[in-house]
């Protein structure tokens, strides 16, 4: 195995231990998206009635409508949470270790995205079979093929996640602004209601919506449970997941400093 | 042959100029204490040693590579140990050094004797499966001392690596570095401001607002007076 590998071995190694050793996290991480489909759903699913988005051509469920919603919420949350761990790392010196290894710092970036998508894929999965304990299941082929939507869904949140961390110096600055982020992130997209809903309020709210990665994130994801590929959602993610890659790879630069 | 060498170095915070032309070099197998008071611009320094941070002016050579122009190879030859504790609390002292190891392009049984080996070195061993949050501050230090060793670096940078130690911790790892230099043939920079850290035959490089003040043996500054005495009168003089 090259150097280069072993180093992400032992990232991903090092970052699931920790994941591991912080069931806290592990149980927030099912219990937040559970409380959206079993409460929530209860609440919702007279007042939109029966919906159809596409790729579908028959009604769903409000439940089915909002699972692909709620794996992007795992992955947001988690990006934000890998994020704030890089923070936590570099105020606690960790990050130092990490970024002193003699590999090129863009490819030890790209190891904690990697690491974070690891864990953030382990989530989304938990709570599928959460929740299909609750009686909320897709075709069995739907979860193979949402394996590559949820993974390139995650490393764009992750990216995002980092480019975010990049710019946050202290560690309580950065609860704050993930409030001010998760938040508007996950109501202006298409994970809890249909875009046609929002536009029949308010365009500007409809564009920023549209505008919105995440709705591409949940759209890819909903397309991938049936089966498709929504390729309009794949390019916006690969392309704002190398914005965000893009940026992160500036601000980390040994040129910045990091003392 | 030089183990590290750094030529005309500067570097600013926008205005304030932290490090001013600096050069110095140790040769192979030396103990060079780095000293200075607070502000004289060692921790800039460090950062610029383990390429935290970058200079546009002067260069660093380890070991013969030069840091600019190969920091693969270049941090590929230096162990480190930062003032500011960098372990991760909740994994045990094994898991911190192999993820270190990895790191560093080690795996299977030559990443585990390399550990091994570390922290015999360090009298680590029997630690080896506890928490590294359950470790006294010593030990914690010692075993960050075992992790820049593990795989096996000619030059060793250590920045107020006794900080928070007491007295029987802190000569215990002063020796020890002393020690890697006589019997592995180390490069150790030594940064402190504790002057009983440092032996008669040890190199000295004092620091002091940012300029290399002197850069010469130990013995040099002690012929008529204390090291701590002259230090003092020499960063004095300078204000």
């Known amino acids: 195995m090259t150097a280069s590998l072993l180093a992400l071995r032992a990232i991903v190694i090092r970052d699931v231990l920790r994941f591991v050793h912080q069931r806290s996290r592990f149980v927030a991480a099912l219990v937040r998206p559970l409380i959206w489909l079993v409460v929530f759903a209860a609440g919702f699913r007279g007042a939109f009635g029966p919906l159809t ?15 692909p919603g709620l794996c992007g919420m795992i992955l947001l949350f988690n990006g934000m949470q ?5 923070v936590y790392d570099r105020e606690m010196g960790s990050m130092r270790i990490l970024l002193t290894s003699p590999l090129p710092r863009w490819w030890l970036l790209v190891c904690r995205l990697l690491s974070s998508t690891a864990i953030s894929l382990l989530q989304v999965y938990a709570f599928l079979l959460v929740a299909m304990a609750f009686g909320i299941h897709i075709p069995l082929a739907g979860y193979v093929s949402a394996l590559p939507a949820v993974f390139l869904a995650g490393l ?28 508007p992130t996950f109501f202006l997209s298409s994970a809890l209601y249909p875009l046609v809903q929002m536009g029949g309020s308010s365009a500007l709210l409809l564009a920023l919506c549209e505008l919105n990665p995440f709705t591409h994130a949940v759209e890819l994801i909903r397309f991938a449970f049936a089966g498709h590929v929504n390729w309009s959602a794949l390019a916006w993610i690969l392309a704002t997941g190398a914005v965000f890659m893009g940026i992160t790879f500036r601000q980390y630069t040994p040129v910045r400093g990091l003392r | 042959m030089t183990g590290l060498s ?15 032309d600096i050069s110095f070099n140790v040769e192979q197998g030396a103990f060079c204490a780095l000293i200075g008071p607070n502000g004289a611009g060692k921790s800039t320094l460090f950062a610029l040693l383990t390429r935290l941070m970058t ?7 380890i070991a013969g590579h ?13 162990g480190i140990v930062f003032q500011q504790p960098s372990l991760d609390l909740d994994l045990t002292v094994w898991r911190n050094l192999s993820y270190f190891a990895g790191l560093h392009g ?5 990443a585990e004797a390399s550990i091994r080996s570390a922290l015999d070195r360090l009298d680590m061993a029997e630690r080896t499966h506890e928490r590294v949050r359950n470790l006294n501050g010593g030990h914690r230090r010692r075993l960050e001392i075992a992790r820049a060793l593990v795989h096996s670096p000619t030059v060793l940078l250590l920045d107020e690596p006794s900080v928070g130690l007491d007295a029987a911790a802190r000569r215990a790892i002063t020796e ?14 030594w940064a402190t401001h504790l002057t009983d850290e440092i032996s008669a035959e040890d190199q000295v490089v004092i620091l002091h607002k940012g300029q290399v003040l002197r850069n010469c043996p130990c013995q040099e500054l002690t012929r008529d007076k204390p090291l701590q005495e002259a230090f003092l009168d020499l960063t004095d003089h300078c204000t």
């Not at chain 1, 051509?57 to 909002?66: A, C, F, G, H, R």
């Not at chain 1, 764009?156 to 993930?178: D, K, P, R, T």
């Open chain 1, 53 to 67: 988005p596409p790729p579908h051509v028959t009604p769903i469920s409000y439940e089915m409508y909002i699972l």
């Open chain 2, 55 to 61: 200079s546009r002016t002067g260069t660093i050579e």
């Open chain 1, 156 to 183: 764009m949140l992750g990216a995002f996640g980092l480019a975010m961390s990049s710019s946050i110096h202290q560690l309580e600055n950065f609860a704050g602004v993930m409030n001010f982020v998760i938040f």
């Open chain 1, 82 to 86: 890998s994020a704030l761990s890089l």
């Open chain 2, 66 to 78: 030069d840091l600019g122009s190969h920091p693969e190879k270049a941090l590929g030859k230096i």
């Open chain 2, 6 to 20: 750094v030529r005309n170095l500067s570097y600013a915070y926008g205005a304030k100029r932290a490090l001013n």
């Open chain 2, 176 to 189: 020890h570095a002393h020690d890697l230099c006589k019997t592995h043939g180390m490069t150790v920079l």
């Open chain 2, 106 to 110: 080690l795996s299977g049984q030559a």
